[in-house]
């Protein structure tokens, strides 16, 4: 079964969907662009994938991280030493979001 074929119609939609302002020269580009996309999601739709495993990855890829393990920091009273401003024991950080000044 051949894909539909985007149109300029589908193109304008989804521009408008998204937001963006796009020049007639950039709609005629989009249509084809997007229409050869659909075109070979076409093709790999088509392909029988029976005997291919799921991956999330085409290669065998390992944790290159360290292990996470709980490890000293730096002082509480140092770092808050160094806040231009505490309250509570803890950063006192501008209201924000409408909230009345106090």
């Not at 662009?33 to 990855?57: F, K, N």
Request: no cysteine; hydrophobic share 40%.
């Amino acid at each position: 079964m051949a894909p539909e074929r985007i149109t300029r119609a589908d193109v304008e939609h989804v521009a408008h969907l998204a937001r963006l302002a796009l020049t007639e020269p950039e709609i005629e580009e989009l249509t084809g662009q997007l229409g050869d996309i659909l075109g070979y999601a076409a093709q790999v739709s088509a392909l029988d994938l029976t005997e291919v495993p799921p991956t999330a990855h085409p290669l065998p890829l390992v944790n290159v991280f360290r292990p996470d393990e709980a490890r000293p920091g730096v002082d509480r009273d140092e770092v808050l030493a160094q806040a231009p401003a505490t309250e509570n024991n803890r950063f006192r950080v501008p209201r924000i979001l409408g909230e009345a000044r106090g």
